[in-house]
């Protein structure tokens, strides 16, 4: 069930940046298309970082806590791009 949605998470983050950065200024950012991929960039690097590291942090922590750390941080992240948008 956390994986699912973790995936979820990862999945509507991508469009829902889109929107935020491109509906004029009262909803959103009112950017352009680069400001878009301004913004997504960094969401990208960071998931491969972690693809990579992901494997030694469960080494050396278990499986448990990074599991209850990434499903606390995917569902503060969620509800702040449902708030905000």
Known sequence: M?????GITMFMTYP???QL???P????????PVDTANVQLPFMIM???FASITPLIINRIGKLNP????AITSLIG???LLMFH
């Open 25 to 32: 200024m009262p909803l959103g950012f009112g950017g352009n």
């Open 16 to 18: 829902s940046i889109v």
């Open 67 to 70: 599991i209850i750390i990434g």
């Open 2 to 6: 956390i994986l699912m949605a973790t």
């Open 47 to 49: 998931f491969l970082v």
């Open 78 to 80: 969620s509800l702040g």
């Open 21 to 23: 950065v491109r509906s």
